[in-house]
């Protein structure tokens, strides 16, 4: 099968090498020396260790971050080391969003701190399990969850790792839920207003995640590469679960049918139209065609009817069993419990250098939130076992032999 790779236009593209050879960047990137963080005192911009790449080595050592590997990307119930998991995508994100910052000149260190910071605070089973999780916060407190609010939560508050306001404003706006033909960065941060745009999402939910602009460009790009890197990929993991006999299940001449063609064609059309602005920016044929990829891979992936059964029948009541038997632990005091000893205790440890505080200080509804989002899918089947030995429930997964 042939498939249709677009070129840069040849101005762009000897403009390019223009200004690589002569080291020119853009005087829209973000510059290390303009980072801002809480702690003003600390984390100093040096030769060593410069404001950014700081950002990403802080969340690379996270403990968090190990658990990306046994998180599921999409497809939750399957014995298959070939399907995606979180840990991937977030990687691809990062491969992609640094290959068109290269080109733009702007800050790769940037782009790839808020790559690989941006699902730390996803939930195991996806964003299935997400909507669970929300669904028993805001029945509790009214707030809702979402994993970007999270993630933001995890560097900021629950590790305190004082991450510079433009990793953490990237992570905080890189919903790829929501695709743009334009991304026109506000370049415009301060803590103050973060705060109060993290306290919306809390409060208002999706409704204030949609209007959430990144500040820099960085942040836009790696926004935009979010969709890049999982509409073809889900499409090559939805073959692998045999779900479909090929992937053929829509077809534009414009940014094309597989993950390879929809990589190389949206990553040439977004520096074709972006190249030496202050702003992100599609093409109408690529933005219409990736919302088209959107919309099928919806239809065709994302509403699996018999993946979806099994987890609202089974996996739905095991998060409440969870988290209600936690949340009792707490309001308890039970210092005996497992959220004691897996979760609290280790984020004090954690915290240890960044500042003293007390976590269980926090609301206790919050606080299971937390150690909830913190598990890898494995983690928390066990975890449920461990706490009732006696149910029944089980889950059957998709083996790597069955026809």
């Not at 009792?328 to 003293?356: F, M, N, P, Q, V």
């Not at 926090?362 to 606080?367: F, H, R, T």
Request: one cysteine or more; glycine letters at 4%; a negative charge.
């Amino acid at each position: 099968m042939e498939l249709n790779y677009h070129k840069l236009d040849k101005a762009v593209e000897e403009q390019i090498t223009y200004n690589q050879k002569h080291n020119i960047l853009s005087p829209y990137r973000a510059k290390d020396e303009d980072a801002v963080r809480r702690n003003k005192n600390r984390d100093k911009t040096s030769v060593l260790r410069p404001s950014y790449i700081r950002d990403r080595e802080k969340i690379l050592h996270l403990p968090l971050y190990n658990r990306y590997n046994d998180k599921t990307q999409v497809f939750s119930l399957y014995r298959n080391d070939d399907i995606t998991r979180r840990g991937l995508h977030m990687q691809l994100v990062s491969s992609i969003a640094r290959n068109i910052g290269r080109m733009l000149g702007l800050n790769l260190e940037l782009i790839e701190a808020i790559a690989l910071g941006h699902d730390v605070g996803h939930t195991p089973f996806g964003h299935t399990g997400e909507r669970y999780l929300s669904d028993l916060l805001y029945a509790e407190t009214g707030r809702y969850f979402n994993h970007n609010v999270h993630s933001t939560r995890v560097l900021d508050i629950l590790y305190r790792r004082n991450l510079s306001l433009q990793t953490l404003d990237g992570i905080l706006c890189h919903n790829g839920e929501f695709e743009l033909e334009e991304y026109r960065p506000t370049y415009s941060l301060n803590f103050e207003d973060f705060d109060r745009s993290v306290e919306d999402c809390y409060t208002k939910g999706g409704e204030a995640i949609k209007k959430l602009v990144p500040a820099t460009l960085e942040g836009c790009i790696v926004r935009v590469c979010d969709i890049i890197a999982y509409i073809g990929k889900d499409r090559q993991d939805m073959i692998k679960a045999k779900l479909m006999e090929d992937d053929k299940i829509f077809s534009d001449d414009y940014i094309g049918n597989h993950n390879a063609e929809m990589i190389n064609n949206l990553t040439v059309d977004i520096v074709n139209n972006s190249l030496g602005k202050d702003y992100i920016k599609l093409s109408k044929e690529a933005f219409e065609g990736l919302a088209s990829a959107k919309r099928e891979n919806s239809e065709y992936i994302y509403s699996n009817k018999a993946e979806e059964t099994q987890m609202d029948e089974i996996i739905k009541p095991m998060f409440s069993e969870v988290y209600y038997k936690l949340l009792g632990d707490l309001r308890r005091g039970d210092t005996s419990s497992i959220i004691y000893k897996h979760h609290i205790d280790e984020i004090h440890k954690a915290c240890r250098y960044y500042g003293k505080w007390d976590h269980t200080a926090e609301d206790p509804a919050q606080i299971v939130a937390d150690y909830i989002a913190s598990m890898t899918d494995d983690y928390f089947i066990d975890l449920y076992k461990f706490l009732f030995p006696d149910s029944k429930r089980a889950i059957e997964y998709h083996s790597y032999f069955e026809n």
